[in-house]
């Protein structure tokens, strides 16, 4: 018996506010850009920069021009980076000049460029909207759950009396009173905050951050990031020393429990990304090595010299894209036991899960790591072989997207 194929979008209309692979969203928005192509599906693709590093040429790219909230004047963030004109009118006009029954709307990030005028422009085709949750910026004022001033995961529900009275932003209290006015803006924008059809969780233990925020539980949908690694080779890390650090230098990263453990175990780190704490991160260990952002190649060159990779998020990280490669790439991985990965990596042998707010058992576990060949070449061939069990392949995630697309377009 012959099953009936999926039938395919007319077009995908995807936003974000970056045109390049800048961070983890970004990349992955790129990844889906090519697996799309791949399968002939057109796609038109609506960012909030200036697209000058775009490359592929058979995507329709509707490029605002703006530049990120934090490259604006104080007056400027606190009125474009609230609500973008721009970024409302050419959604709406490319919406009643293109829109068919079948165009299907992916939002993957708007906080840093497009705001949630979008939203505004996307009411009317809510029905086929598809938001993607990489942060939780679809739900919490701070984008994380988060209490930045406590350090702690947060339960309060968003937009609620005690939320808004909560000082947790690591700005400061205006910040996070704009923040929160922001996400209302996004809510009433859309006729109500979960007034699309779907979210996709890039975990599913999102899911209560996100129903704490009002998401029915039928809108909720796992659906784990690829993992490609940046070495196909095994790394044998049994045979290095050294310990890395990948992606933004800031607090709420861990740059600094990072630098700070490895000091107080005495064993060499590599830091690849750029960020705030730079800084910091340098006068905590002088002797760190600050190799700044690296491209893939640059990347994979840093990890084949490394023995153990570090993820050590002070909060609750949905995924941990940077953790996984590294696995995959057959470097062990210790991540903190706030990320949503982190069970998962211990269980399966390819890395620890630990507090890694203790900086002394932080070191400890470092120290042991970085002493012990026979646990490090283990947990090395584990995750070499099996990481997938935690992450999805660039194709079957792809193929898993393009399910939420039919499934929209159909009911």
Partial sequence: MQTERPQLPDRVVLFHDYSQALGGASYLVQVLIQQLRERCIPVTFITGDDAANFT????????????????????????????????????????????????????????????PSIFAALKPVRDRLILHGHDYFNGCPNGAFFNYVTEADCTLTPLSRDCITCQCDKTGYAQKLWRSGREGLRRGMMGGGTNANRLLMIHPGQQPNFELAGWPSDKLHPVPNPVTPPLPERVKAEAN????????????????????????????????????????VAKINPQAKLLGRQDRE?????????????????????????????????????????????????????????????????????????????????????????????????ASWADAIIAHYNAVMHG
Wanted: include cysteine; glycine fraction near 10%.
């Fill in 298 to 394: 640059g990347v994979a060159n840093a990890l084949s010299k490394a023995r153990v990779a570090v993820m050590p998020s002070r909060w609750s990280e949905p995924f941990g894209l940077v953790a996984l490669e590294a696995i995959g790439s057959g470097v062990p991985a210790i991540v903190s036991d706030r990320a949503l990965v982190g069970e998962g990596i211990a269980d399966a042998g390819f890395g620890l899960a630990l507090d890694t707010t203790d900086v002394d058992a932080f070191a400890v576990a470092l120290t042991r790591l970085s002493q012990d060949d026979d646990t490090v070449r283990t947990m090395s061939e584990a995750g070499h072989t099996r990481y997938g069990e935690l992450c999805h392949s660039e």
């Fill in 56 to 115: 592929h040429d058979d995507v329709e790219v509707i490029a605002l021009g703006e530049k990120p909230l934090l490259e604006r004047s104080k007056a400027g963030a606190f009125t474009k980076g609230a609500y973008l004109p721009s970024a409302r009118a050419q959604t709406a006009a490319w919406i009643a000049a293109h829109d068919t029954p079948r165009t299907v709307y992916h939002v993957h990030g708007w906080c840093k460029i497009l705001t």
């Fill in 241 to 280: 020393q050294g310990v890395i650090f990948i992606g933004r230098i800031s607090a709420e990263k861990g740059a600094d429990l990072a630098a700070a453990a490895a000091g107080k175990a005495g064993v060499p780190i590599t830091f690849v990304g750029d960020g705030a704490e730079l800084e910091a």
